[in-house]
């Protein structure tokens, strides 16, 4: 029995999402096989399907654990930040590959790309267009973000509501904005180092926008069903230190990439 105990650490209990979890990822990734060969998308849709459901009933008890059983103590608390830490530091790590590979590429273009950068074949974006509207709206999404956590530390329930909203309205609006730039874009992924450079980095990153806004999007649907106070709320707190992580990719992605590559 792990409710009866007299440490402050939280022992899970048995749960079958693990098993669920790995079953969907693995028809997930099946599917996505076949759909590449067989351009038959059932498997895929399938293995989206089991891995959806594992994610909202894992999150579902995950939430209950922390909020109603009070197994989250400080301690456990400090564990789980500490996690987010290491989680975000090896996401730095991956996006450092990415940058990586781009100054290699741009810094020292081969003769195959005719030794300059962007290659010839090449019209990049312009920077001060759609890439400067999206710098603008992550970085007014991570003043909400920290206004809407402001909020919740001051037990402003409305105020809290209002920044996570018009946070989560603004990656929204940048992701439609991306999809839009990739669908006009003139150039493709199998367009020389630049292309897959470019749309490794930026593509990853959009990702990461999508992530965050479900990731705040589970937050303001937590908060208003009351699971935050002022003194418990790590949820929101990770969530808001991913979501600034993300702003600062894109300024680096910004400056590097569609600036200073331009």
């Not at 989250?72 to 989680?87: A, E, N, P, Q």
Request: hydrophobic letters at 50%; a negative charge; charged letters at 5%.
């Amino acid at each position: 029995m792990t409710n009866m105990n007299n440490h402050p650490y939280h022992l899970v209990d048995y749960s079958p999402w693990p098993l669920t979890g790995a079953i969907g990822t693995l028809t997930l990734v099946t599917g996505m096989v076949k759909w590449f060969h067989n351009f038959n998308m059932n498997l895929l849709i399938l293995g989206y399907m089991i891995t959806l459901l594992t994610m909202f009933q894992w999150w579902r008890d995950i939430c209950r654990e922390g909020t109603f059983q009070g197994k989250h103590t400080m301690l456990v608390s400090k564990g789980l930040r500490w996690g987010m830490i290491l989680f975000i530091i090896s996401e730095v790590f991956f996006f450092l590959s990415f940058f990586w590979a781009f100054f290699h590429s741009s810094l020292s273009p081969n003769i195959e790309i005719g030794s300059m950068w962007p290659p010839m074949s090449i019209t990049p974006f312009n920077p001060f267009q759609i890439p400067l509207l999206n710098t603008i709206i992550l970085i007014t999404s991570g003043v909400t973000v920290t206004w809407a956590h402001h909020a919740l530390m001051e037990n402003n329930f409305s105020q809290t509501s209002q920044g996570l909203f018009i946070t989560i309205m603004l990656g929204i609006y940048f992701s439609i904005l991306q999809a839009y730039e990739y669908l006009e874009a003139p150039f493709t992924i199998s367009d020389s180092i630049y292309g897959s450079t470019f749309f490794m980095a930026t593509g990853f990153h959009g990702l990461h926008v999508i992530i965050g806004t479900l990731f705040l999007l589970i937050c303001l649907i937590r908060h208003m069903n009351n699971h935050f106070s002022m003194n418990h709320h790590f949820g929101f707190e990770a969530a808001a230190w991913y979501w600034h992580f993300v702003d600062v990719v894109w300024l680096f992605l910004y400056i590097s990439i569609y600036w200073w590559g331009y």
